[in-house]
């Protein structure tokens, strides 16, 4: 067995080897009607559940810090109705291109002028804008370990400090999502990845590091098939067959 199945079968014992033959199945995208019926957009059920769960309302400013290709960012320009601010950010230069097409093809036109495309790291929104958004959803990049896995199944190269690392990106978007949020403003934390590192470490670190500055809000129903864990919500395409992998979390700026 190599470091790549010991490690997950580390964490999810007699369930990984069901789980790891689900995220090779191809992911089950469903198509959503944008913007009253003006576009259809295909995406995982799952992301649009992630995306709404942000809580975005009409008027509010809101950031998608790492948002290309752009589906959850369409879902958060929907819940605007056509009223507030929305900044669509992405790094990667070729990501960012098609995140514009995104956006171009699917919102109708009398909607462009309340979204923006920029270019920042997003590390750096936090001293750029602080204390501006209502709402931020960091969808960060992550170990995407279906992705990997599509690619070579028996990942003999992987090695645990892939995810370490990942995970210490990811602690430092979040504490810059955190930053950029008014008191009382929302971060949504999410990921793709299978790896507790990514997900409930990343925000146990935060809640310990950024006592009294943050909460962890849990309030909502668990939707249908997915699981609870100590700090947000997880759906595993093994319960949900072509859903998922998507954990989020919901923190509250204090
Ligand atoms: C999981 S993907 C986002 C998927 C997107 N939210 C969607 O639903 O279509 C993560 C994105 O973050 C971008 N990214 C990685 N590091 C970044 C950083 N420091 N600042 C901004 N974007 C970053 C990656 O290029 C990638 O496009």
Redesign the pocket.
């Known amino acids: 067995m190599g470091e790549f199945d010991r490690f997950y079968s580390g964490i999810y014992g007699g369930r990984w080897s069901g789980l790891k033959a689900a995220l090779l199945e191809p992911a089950r995208k469903i198509e959503r009607l944008c913007f009253g019926g003006f576009s259809r957009y295909v995406?995982d059920a799952a992301?649009i559940h992630a995306?709404e769960a942000l809580g975005v309302r009409p008027g509010e400013r809101v950031l998608?810090?790492?948002?290309?290709?752009?589906?959850?960012?369409l879902v958060l320009l929907e819940a605007l109705d056509g009223n507030g601010e929305l900044v669509a950010?992405?790094?990667?230069s070729p990501?960012r291109f098609r995140?514009k097409q995104v956006i171009e093809d699917h919102v109708p036109p009398s909607l462009l002028g309340l979204v923006s495309v920029t270019a920042?790291?997003?590390?750096r929104f936090g001293l750029k804008k602080e204390g501006y958004f209502d709402r931020v959803?960091l969808?960060?990049?992550?170990s995407?370990e279906a992705h990997l896995l599509s690619e070579d199944p028996e990942q003999r190269s992987w090695k645990e400090s892939r995810t370490r690392q990942l995970a210490m990106?990811q602690y430092s978007?979040l504490c810059s999502a955190l930053l950029t949020v008014k008191r009382g403003g929302v971060v949504l934390y999410s990921?793709?990845s299978i790896s507790r590192l990514e997900n409930d470490g990343v925000i146990a670190r935060v809640l310990r590091r950024k006592e009294g500055l943050v909460r962890l809000d849990q309030e909502g129903q668990v939707p249908e098939g997915w699981e609870r864990t100590e700090h947000g919500l997880q759906a595993f395409p093994d319960k949900i067959p072509g859903v998922g992998p998507i954990y989020f979390s919901r923190l509250v700026r204090i």
């Open positions: 995406l992301s995306a998608d810090a790492c948002a290309a290709p752009g589906g959850k960012t950010n992405e790094l990667s990501r995140l920042f790291d997003a590390n959803l969808d960060a990049p992550c995407s990106r978007l990921t793709c």
